[in-house]
């Protein structure tokens, strides 16, 4: 396993992926809620004290929202201090279920709040790097032991401690380093994939060098063949300057000079809304004063190019309305894109959030504000 | 960062993914009963439970066998020796613990499920239901055995067929939700493409605007302040030989198809001498100092972007510095080289010169700039300018099509 792999979320290796992923960690959210109320429910006649088992469910619940939110396509990626807070509130919840039994003789099978925990960790593997959710795992399975040390101290046990403690900890360890397994197998497949394709990508565009090489010199080729090439040919054979010749070249000069200039200035992201709009005053819908385009990655500009691209061929959001600023920040830039909703909340958020998934990854603080009917999107990037 | 796995990747990756889940959650098992059974054993003397801890041995061997190779064979190889081994283990337990307790039974439950979750060769979901359930039959079978020999009744425990249920409904779920986002992943693979291709594009462009602005624009120009009367038989000459290159052969596909290969010209045919050449020939002295031999250590891109930029800086002194005389002082070191153009004259401001002025921006930094280069500018109005231009020496430096690394 390479450095890259163990630092890499799986989430921002592959965002499309880990959204098509989610109806697993709605899966684990809602399951460990259910798991959590039927065996508080089965082991109510154990239960010495209620409100503490209560307790442990409200903080399961609290955890599974947390995880259901804070992994939304249009929220911002799922960090680490998240991480922390669900598996430390699922921790915290174990502790309360423990102390519920009070001094009751305790069963294998009362560990069930481990089993929460370790499935938590699982569903959240797509969402952090391999080495935190090892580092997680671990701390959250000696915490479940020390738990378990401490409640089989002050209780009748009727197995040896230390395989109470095993016991606890078996499907925080398990499911914890199973989750970690997986992203780090799907990181590894994508470095691999990605390697791949970059080198074919590579031999692809040597192909067509070829082409795109011979399709701009015919350009310039017909523009000098206009004017300039007949102008320079009779100078030469007639190897005589006349004023008239003077002022032909002055005049050329200058709309060469002026197209090369045009040409200098121009970004790529005029031209992709130009291509994909099909507008002819690009200056309107895109403004880049600080000509901060430029400066975007190569992934930005995929991701902003295939959000571009939906947005001009769907119908979710009124064409003629979208407006696109770059403005510079101080540490970089922030694209502020603005347009009017023409479809219903539920039909524009379903289209566009895969697109907002791969914006949130590939650029910084992405924010959605929509008060119907105008949608503002606003991220950010950083800047040489 | 990239723009992930295409869909058909995608399915095969989830399900080696997620054997490779299965497998370490098993190897976990095995590794947590071994330490328990060590830690009864080191509890109560008089419990002989070595023959449990001997027989979940192979299976941690086979187990790690299976995950790393992920072949049929060792798949199989695990689950031959992890079912006599199961019923070996099971065998121990429960004759040793009487009655087994709840001890008893979560070894036995965490070995059964570790022989259940049997990841495979991670080919398919069929296949991955397959495996466990293959595994499940086995492992249930061996402990069913050994139980009903000793004890004559046996009872599956239903937290095993829980770990089943809820492993084969991930599984499932894994395969099921595959499919949402496919039209915007191809969408994402050809706006990738397409950003390559404008990418290419502008490079040439900017290459061929770089060509233009040396010859066309420099002819041009150079006639509008020509004299009446005869034209300069150089600069006849030189537009011949322009508009033949230009018009009549493929000069842009030309220069960059050189760029791969590993072609390195030495200083007496090299682009930067033959520019310093023409320049002295516009009447500049040109002062050349440094490791001439530097030059051989660039690619042929790097040769060909380099030869036009000095030229234009020295066109540069000629045409606005006031001074006739130049130094170019050309240094290596094994990451890049430098050169340095130096002159006397009067300096300038670079950020009072028109927004117009395209041979700085065009000629020079443009075109270092394509090729992975720097171009750093000191001038100061009245005390003359110097023009330093880095190129990295390696080739791979000065791949510029794709300057994304395997993993961004």
């Known amino acids: 396993m390479s450095a890259t792999t163990d630092s890499i979320t799986v989430q921002q290796l592959d965002p499309l992926g880990t959204l098509d992923g989610r109806p697993i960690s709605k899966l684990a959210a809602a399951g460990v809620l259910v798991l959590g109320t039927v065996m508080t429910v089965l082991n109510s006649d154990v239960i010495a004290h209620p409100l503490l088992a209560i307790a442990a469910l409200l903080l399961i619940a609290s955890a599974s929202a947390t995880l259901l939110v804070a992994t939304g396509p249009l929220r911002a990626p799922f960090g680490g201090r998240m991480h922390a807070l669900v598996i430390g509130l699922l921790v915290l919840a174990y502790a309360l279920s423990s102390a519920s039994l009070g001094g009751q003789e305790s069963q294998v099978n009362d560990y069930w709040g481990t089993m929460v925990i370790g499935i938590m960790c699982m569903a959240i593997a797509p969402y952090r790097p391999v080495r935190e959710l090892v580092t997680v795992g671990i701390v959250a399975a000696i915490a479940a032991g020390v738990i378990t040390l401490v409640q089989s101290s002050v209780s009748d046990l009727e197995v040896p401690p230390m395989i109470a403690v095993l016991a606890s900890m078996t499907p925080v360890l398990a499911l914890s380093l199973g989750g970690s397994a997986f992203a780090s197998s799907l990181a590894q497949s994508h470095a691999r994939w990605e390697l791949r394709a970059r080198r074919a990508a590579l031999r692809q565009l040597e192909r067509q060098h070829e082409i795109v090489a011979r399709s701009v010199q015919q350009d310039r080729v017909t523009i000098l063949n206009r004017d300039v090439v007949p102008l320079l040919d009779s100078l030469t054979k007639r190897g005589i300057v006349t004023p008239e010749d003077r002022a032909r070249a002055a005049e050329y000069a200058e709309s060469i000079r002026h197209l090369m200039v045009t040409e200098v200035n121009r970004n790529w992201l005029e031209s992709v809304v130009a291509d994909s709009f099909g507008a002819r005053d690009v200056g309107i819908l895109v403004r880049d004063p600080h000509r901060l385009a430029a400066a975007m990655t190569a992934s930005q500009r995929t991701a902003l190019r295939a959000a571009i691209l939906a947005v001009a061929t769907g119908d979710e959001l009124d064409r003629e309305s979208v407006r696109l600023v770059i403005e510079k920040t101080d540490v970089g830039a922030v694209i502020i894109v603005t347009a009017t909703v023409s479809s219903s909340e539920s039909s524009w958020r379903s289209s566009l959030a895969p697109y907002f998934a791969v914006l949130r990854v590939v650029f910084t603080g992405l924010r959605i504000s929509y008060r119907s009917p105008s949608l503002i999107v606003r991220f950010t990037y950083d800047t040489p | 960062m990239s723009i992930g796995l295409p869909a058909h990747l995608r399915k095969q990756s989830v399900s080696l993914a997620f054997a490779q889940t299965i497998n370490t959650v098993s190897f976990v098992c095995f590794a947590l009963v071994l330490a328990g059974v060590l830690s009864l054993s080191a509890g109560d003397s008089t419990l002989a439970l070595w023959p449990a801890a001997l027989a979940v041995l192979p299976m941690l061997v086979t187990s790690w066998l299976a995950n790393y190779y992920r072949t049929t064979f060792y798949t199989v190889a695990h689950i031959v020796i992890g079912g006599p081994a199961t019923y070996w283990f099971a065998l121990t337990i429960i004759s040793e613990l009487q009655p087994l307790g709840a001890a008893g039974q979560y070894l036995v439950n965490v070995i059964t499920v570790g022989l259940m979750l049997v990841g495979g060769t991670g080919r398919s979901v069929g296949w991955s239901l397959a495996w466990f359930t293959t595994g499940l039959v086995v492992a249930q079978g061996a402990v069913t055995l050994a139980s009903w ?70 002819h041009l120009a150079a006639i509008a302040n020509a004299p009446f009367g005869a034209i300069n038989p150089q600069l006849q000459r030189e537009i011949t030989r322009d508009l033949e290159v230009i018009v009549g052969q493929e000069w842009l596909s030309e220069s960059e198809r050189t760029a791969g290969d590993n072609a390195r010209a030495d200083w007496q045919s090299s682009a930067l001498n033959a520019a310093i050449a023409e320049a002295q020939e516009m009447g500049l002295a040109v002062e050349v100092t440094g490791d001439l031999a530097a030059v051989s250590q660039l690619d042929a891109r790097g040769a060909a972007a380099l030869g036009p930029a000095v030229k234009q800086c020295l066109v540069n002194v000629i045409k606005h510095s006031g001074a006739m005389q130049a130094e170019v002082a050309i240094f290596a070191s094994p990451e890049e080289v430098s050169v340095l153009i130096v002159d006397a004259g009067k300096g300038f401001d670079e950020a009072e010169t028109g927004a117009d002025r395209l041979g700085l921006r065009q000629s020079v930094r443009r075109r270092i700039e394509l090729v992975a280069g720097t171009v750093q500018v000191w001038s100061t109005p009245g005390f003359g300018t110097s023009v330093m231009i880095r190129i990295p020496a390696d080739a791979d430096a000065n791949e510029r099509l794709v300057p994304r690394s395997a993993v961004e």
């Open chain 2, 149 to 218: 020999q000793l004890l004559g009744h046996t009872v599956v425990p239903p937290g095993v067929i829980l770990v089943y249920v809820a492993a084969t409904s991930v599984l499932i779920t894994l395969r099921m939700s595959q499919r949402g986002v496919r039209r915007v992943q191809s969408d994402l693979h050809r706006a990738a493409r397409d950003d390559e291709l404008a990418h290419l594009r502008f490079g040439l462009e900017a290459t061929s605007a770089a060509v233009m602005h040396d010859t066309v624009l420099g």
